[in-house]
């Protein structure tokens, strides 16, 4: 799964539900944790729970629910048994440690073993406590992690730090978590940034974010799809870069040449498999070079 936008949607909204799959967003993210007051989590789990068996979704559209943390094991386990686990592709969980990612595995394995599940779910840890980035490669290297979702308004609670927009306090954050993701071949999503009338400043935030390797950013809006995905797309220049370079290889290995120049430079594995990942993307998201169009 490839993804480079993340759509938090509170799962006691049902004007949020029926349109989950038009704001052009890559997965989907159905809130039973913060965005629910307690006294509703049991009503905004069985709306949830019916809409995804009834709701016919577009293809290729990610389905991830963020559960209830390990805190709370009544509403983790009410979540996870009461969920058409059919219909969902990834669990998202709050407050993640190594222990409580090994933990939802074999609950996980059990459930689909129960339900006789032809595929296997998913997880993507939170990782919003200071303890979380102590582990945080232990946890990518969990074999069922398909990514990591850096949650900065609750780690800079917890390392008692103001967070700002600038986002000075959490660049050590963002930085681990992406090492963590690389080393492990999975996705690095940054934080949602929460002033959801500010484009300008999401843009410039989300960028810093590529920077640093992110590859993907949650959104708390579906105002902020647009910035989000173009932010973190190939641009045309990247992507005609890209084909001319994989062009360029195909014609040396016609010529039995093991290696060649591009722009001055020479062309080696890393780079090659550099425009391969860019064009395998642009082919998903169907972009194209402004002479393809």
Same mark, same amino acid.
């Given at each position: 799964?490839?993804?480079?936008?993340?759509?938090?949607?509170?799962?006691?909204?049902?004007?949020?539900?029926?349109?989950?799959?038009?704001?052009?967003?890559?997965?989907?993210?159905?809130?039973?944790?913060?965005?629910?007051?307690?006294?509703?989590?049991?009503?905004?789990?069985?709306?949830?729970?019916?809409?995804?068996?009834?709701?016919?979704?577009?293809?290729?559209?990610?389905?991830?629910?963020?559960?209830?943390?390990?805190?709370?094991?009544?509403?983790?386990?009410?979540? #996870? =048994?009461?969920?058409? &686990?059919?219909?969902? !592709?990834?669990? *998202?969980?709050? +407050? $993640?440690?190594?222990?409580?990612?090994?933990?939802?595995?074999?609950?996980?394995?059990?459930?689909?073993?129960?339900?006789?599940?032809?595929?296997?779910?998913?997880?993507?840890?939170?990782?919003?406590?200071?303890?979380?980035?102590?582990?945080?490669?232990?946890?990518?290297?969990?074999?069922?992690?398909?990514?990591?979702?850096?949650?900065?308004?609750?780690?800079?609670?917890?390392?008692?730090?103001?967070?700002?927009?600038?986002?000075?306090?959490?660049?050590?954050?963002?930085?681990?978590?992406?090492?963590?993701?690389?080393?492990?071949?999975?996705?690095?999503?940054?934080?949602?940034?929460?002033?959801?009338?500010?484009?300008?400043? #999401? =843009?410039?935030?989300? &960028?810093?974010?590529? !920077?640093?390797? *992110?590859?993907? +950013? $949650?959104?708390?809006?579906?105002?902020?799809?647009?910035?989000?995905?173009?932010?973190?797309?190939?641009?045309?220049?990247?992507?005609?870069?890209?084909?001319?370079?994989?062009?360029?290889?195909?014609?040396?290995?016609?010529?039995?040449?093991?290696?060649?120049?591009?722009?001055?430079?020479?062309?080696?594995?890393?780079?090659?498999?550099?425009?391969?990942?860019?064009?395998?993307?642009?082919?998903?998201?169907?972009?194209?070079?402004?002479?393809?169009?």
């Amino acid at each position: 799964m490839v993804r480079r936008s993340l759509l938090f949607i509170p799962s006691n909204s049902p004007a949020m539900l029926q349109n989950a799959d038009v704001f052009g967003v890559d997965s989907v993210i159905f809130d039973l944790e913060d965005s629910i007051n307690e006294q509703e989590k049991d009503a905004a789990r069985i709306l949830l729970s019916h809409y995804l068996e009834l709701f016919p979704f577009v293809e290729n559209f990610e389905i991830i629910v963020r559960i209830n943390a390990f805190d709370f094991p009544l509403l983790l386990n009410a979540d #996870l =048994k009461t969920l058409p &686990l059919n219909k969902i !592709s990834t669990i *998202m969980l709050p +407050k $993640a440690s190594l222990k409580n990612v090994v933990e939802l595995t074999k609950i996980l394995r059990t459930l689909e073993k129960t339900f006789n599940l032809q595929k296997e779910l998913k997880i993507i840890p939170l990782i919003e406590l200071a303890s979380s980035l102590i582990e945080v490669y232990e946890i990518a290297a969990q074999p069922r992690v398909s990514g990591l979702l850096l949650g900065a308004e609750d780690l800079t609670t917890d390392l008692k730090v103001k967070r700002t927009k600038k986002g000075d306090e959490i660049l050590l954050a963002r930085s681990m978590v992406v090492l963590a993701a690389r080393a492990n071949d999975i996705d690095a999503i940054d934080t949602p940034f929460t002033d959801i009338n500010d484009l300008r400043g #999401l =843009k410039e935030d989300s &960028l810093l974010a590529k !920077s640093l390797g *992110m590859n993907a +950013k $949650a959104a708390i809006h579906p105002s902020q799809i647009e910035t989000i995905n173009n932010s973190f797309s190939p641009s045309e220049a990247e992507i005609e870069e890209a084909l001319t370079i994989l062009e360029l290889a195909e014609k040396a290995k016609k010529e039995g040449k093991g290696a060649f120049s591009y722009q001055n430079k020479m062309v080696d594995k890393p780079i090659l498999k550099r425009a391969k990942n860019l064009v395998l993307m642009a082919q998903k998201w169907n972009l194209r070079p402004k002479d393809e169009k």
